[in-house]
């Protein structure tokens, strides 16, 4: 982890301590590979060279940081963003730092558009995809996640609201996008899915309920549930089951799906009938009782399992909230609320961990019930910290 934190620390986030900063164009990726299927060995997650940025509250005694000016339009001062001027996001994931300039480059998804995007900081985003959705009851593109062995096979896979169903699919270069896994059911609500894979580049995917718990409770029904499956959308290798994908049960609304850096703690959060819910998912096991539930429902969204915290985007309010969170997985103190003002992006949607201290977050501010400034909605990349509030707990 020590390697993930340089680059950017002078390129990119450091410069918020001395005011705006300029980035050259991203000379456009290498051809890509073709297709390769999924096998459930580990693979390279991306990694940023040297060390990662720090925030403006690691300025040392006696040193101020430079404010950032307001966006100007589509452009960003923040050399936190990646991305500007996109719809509402709905997933995001690091694809590269150019060791020389510092220069990030991600892929985002679009919910309502379905629209899977190539973005870098000042260069238009380019369409890698466009699927035709189902916005209209919850879902639509709704899950992004790279293939473990991204690096070899450039392999893209998401989760998708299609007129008749729910579905993961496959995006290999220079190819039509392909079905991994079709049928998981559709209804008037419940059909948000996320994405992440395991320590062994097994898919996991967390389903909703399609508006009906009782599918959520029948283990033969692939909706509500946290299912792990290979690149072909068969059931993995290993699962408690043989022969079923799935892992647990009893999901409405999942909205992030996260694994520890060692494989050993694996999170779904989901929007509950009366509460967010954070669950611990445990191969075999029902989801039981929530880790952690929000009855004021700030939106509890896109997750990051880091060392000793598990951290939260939240779609309803601005900022995040972090879990401190004890070795074993249980929890030592209430969530602290940070990035919540001026220092933050306003409302969060999607977030994964790039190390443990960061994470690439999608912002969902031109979402109804936001306040989007002109440059919303953004891809950004956001330095832990501790905060000066507290969620709430049943």
């Known amino acids: 982890m020590s390697r993930l934190r340089g680059v950017l620390i002078g390129s990119a986030l450091g410069l918020l301590a001395s005011g705006c900063a300029s980035f050259p164009e991203q000379p456009a990726p290498a051809e ?6 999924l096998t ?61 300039t510092g220069v990030v480059t991600a892929l985002a998804t679009e919910r309502a558009t379905g629209r899977l995007l190539r973005v870098t900081k ?10 035709d959705v189902d916005a209209t009851t919850g879902g639509g593109l709704t899950g992004l996640t790279l293939s473990p062995t ?22 290999a270069p220079g190819d039509v996008p392909k079905p991994v896994l079709t049928g998981i059911p559709k209804g008037p609500s419940g059909n948000r899915g996320v994405l992440a894979h395991d320590s062994t580049g097994a898919l996991l995917v967390a389903t909703g309920d399609a508006g009906n718990p009782a599918l959520a409770a029948d283990p033969n029904s692939p909706a509500g549930k ?12 290993g699962n408690p089951t043989a022969g079923s994908r799935v ?31 954070l669950y611990r998912v445990e191969a075999g096991k029902p989801l039981g009782d929530p880790a952690w539930s929000w009855p004021e429902r700030p939106g509890v969204g896109g997750c990051a399992a880091m060392t000793d915290v598990v951290w939260l985007a939240t779609s309803a309010t601005p900022g995040t909230l972090s879990l401190p969170m ?62 000066g509030g507290n969620g709430g707990r049943d």
């Open 326 to 387: 004890s070795p074993d997985g249980s929890f030592t103190g209430k969530p602290e609320a940070a990035m919540d003002g001026e220092d933050g992006f306003g409302r969060l949607g999607p977030m994964v961990a790039l190390d443990d201290q960061t994470a690439l977050v999608g912002t969902v501010n031109k979402a109804p019930g936001g306040s989007p400034v002109s440059s919303d909605d953004r891809v950004a990349i956001l330095v832990r910290q501790t905060g």
């Open 150 to 171: 991204y690096s070899e096979d450039q392999l893209v896979y998401v989760y998708v609201t299609t007129a008749t169903d729910n579905r993961v699919m496959r995006v």
């Open 226 to 237: 946290v299912l792990r499956i290979d690149g072909s959308g068969q059931p993995a290798r």
């Open 40 to 100: 459930p060995q580990a693979g390279p997650r991306p990694e940023l060279p040297g060390e990662l940025p720090r925030s403006p509250q690691d300025q040392q005694p006696g040193q101020s940081a430079t404010p950032v000016p307001p966006p100007e339009g589509c452009k960003d001062f923040s050399p936190a963003v990646v991305a500007t001027c996109l719809d509402p996001l709905s997933g995001v994931a690091l694809i590269d730092v150019n060791q020389s």
């Open 32 to 37: 890509w590979s073709a297709a390769q299927q």
């Open 247 to 277: 892992l647990t049960g009893g999901l409405r609304s999942p909205g992030g799906l996260c694994v520890s850096g060692d494989g050993t703690k694996t999170w779904v959060t989901d929007a509950g009938t009366s509460a967010d819910l």
């Open 122 to 131: 000042d260069v238009d985003p380019v369409e890698l995809a466009r699927f």
